[in-house]
């Protein structure tokens, strides 16, 4: 059994910072990549930013230059520092991962149970 589980939500003003954390537990043999995505109300679920276990890192445009995913793989955990907040960042924010529970499993992707960012005007 795979379990993600964040941390780090909460109530902030536009310009504040905000840092989000993520920790992998369970049976797991091999990581593809740890990300972040984020659901506002109304909205559909979009990626934020995404790591791979070689360091890549991708970011959504609306993101790009004030959040930075990192990452610390001996502790399958995964990290989103998020600066320069908007009131259009308020989302549930929600850790993702592709994995391989053991050798003989496919990558499979699990989610955590998503931890809420607020952003006030």
């Known amino acids: 059994q795979v379990q993600l589980v964040e941390s780090g939500g909460g109530l902030v003003q536009a310009g504040e910072s905000l840092r989000l954390s993520c920790a992998a537990s369970g049976s797991i043999y091999s990581i593809n990549s740890m990300d972040w995505h984020r659901q506002a109300p109304g909205k559909q679920r979009e990626l934020v930013a995404t790591?791979?276990?070689?360091?890549?890192?991708d970011y959504a445009d609306s993101v790009k230059g004030r959040f930075t995913i990192s990452r610390d793989g001996a502790k399958n955990a995964v990290y989103l520092q998020m600066n320069s907040l908007k009131p259009e960042d308020t989302a549930v924010y929600y850790c993702?991962?592709?994995?391989?529970?053991?050798?003989?499993?496919?990558?499979?992707?699990?989610w955590g149970q998503g931890t809420q960012v607020t952003v006030s005007s």
């Open positions: 790591i791979t276990t070689t360091g890549s890192t």
């Open positions: 993702g991962m592709t994995a391989k529970p053991t050798i003989w499993r496919t990558f499979l992707t699990y």
